[in-house]
């Protein structure tokens, strides 16, 4: 069974930057997908970036540019960077491993909070 578990949250003002970390656990790491989704109240969960096992990434329209997804095989964990954070990336941030071959995601962390304020 798959285990994420995530750190980094907090609060900052708009401007500012924090790093995000996920370590899983329970799963072969290195071939599989891993995410970042974020989700505010009453709205759907979005995939703000994401990574597969190669190290390609692709991000949401809304973060490109600005947030940096990264990988560490070796300590199995992701991170996501943030940088020129607005108020508008407040969400609870969520890491999620998709299983290599698989189409959707799995798995996913408790979340952690972001707050950014104006």
């Known amino acids: 069974q798959v285990q994420l578990v995530e750190s980094g949250g907090g609060l900052v003002q708009a401007g500012g930057s924090l790093r995000l970390s996920c370590a899983a656990s329970?799963?072969?790491?290195?071939?599989?997908?891993m995410g970042w989704y974020r989700q505010t109240p009453g709205k759907q969960r979005e995939l703000v970036a994401e990574?597969?096992?190669?190290?390609?990434?692709n991000y949401a329209d809304s973060v490109q540019g600005r947030f940096t997804i990264s990988r560490d095989n070796a300590e199995h964990t992701v991170q996501l960077l943030m940088n020129s954070l607005k108020p508008e990336d407040t969400a609870i941030y969520y890491c999620?491993?998709?299983?290599?071959?698989?189409?959707?995601?799995?798995?996913w962390g408790q979340g952690t909070q972001v707050t950014v304020s104006s």
């Open positions: 999620a491993f998709k299983p290599a071959g698989r189409a959707e995601y799995a798995s």
């Open positions: 329970g799963t072969i790491f290195s071939i599989n997908t």
């Open positions: 990574i597969t096992g190669g190290g390609t990434t």
